[in-house]
């Protein structure tokens, strides 16, 4: 069975920048549409960005946008999100996400189909 792994998290400072990746393993992305979302403490999983199987398309929730760009190698089974201009708000478990079918938009996780575990972004102010 085909497993996501995240890394890249950590502790940074507000105004800096981290890449996450998540790795894919038992299954080619290429397949699928890829997506970030995010959990803080205490609040629901919200979407953060996606990319279409080709690469050609991406979407971000407007809280990121412009700050974050998501990204693929499907010949590396990885996808990206490179984090800049970081705020304290940004602190949260990233999770990365693949998606079959249609609707590679999709902001409501219930319709992601696989999830890595996730990785930790604390951004100190």
């Known amino acids: 069975q085909g497993q996501l792994a995240e890394s890249g998290g950590g502790l940074v400072q507000a105004g800096g920048s981290l890449r996450l990746s998540c790795a894919a393993s038992?299954?080619?992305?290429?397949?699928?549409?890829m997506g970030w979302f995010r959990q803080a403490p205490g609040k629901e999983r919200e979407f953060v960005a996606a990319?279409?199987?080709?690469?050609?398309?991406?979407f971000y929730a407007d809280s990121v946008k412009g700050r974050f760009t998501i990204s693929r190698d499907n010949a590396k089974n990885t996808v990206y999100l490179q984090m800049s201009s970081l705020k304290p708000e940004d602190t949260a478990v990233y999770y990365c996400?693949?998606?079959?079918?249609?609707?590679?938009?999709?902001?409501?996780?219930?319709?992601?189909?696989?999830w890595g575990k996730g990785t930790l972004v604390t951004v100190s102010s």
């Open positions: 038992g299954r080619s992305i290429s397949s699928y549409a």
């Open positions: 996400a693949a998606k079959g079918g249609s609707n590679w938009m999709a902001l409501d996780g219930d319709q992601w189909d696989y």
């Open positions: 990319i279409s199987r080709s690469g050609g398309n991406t």
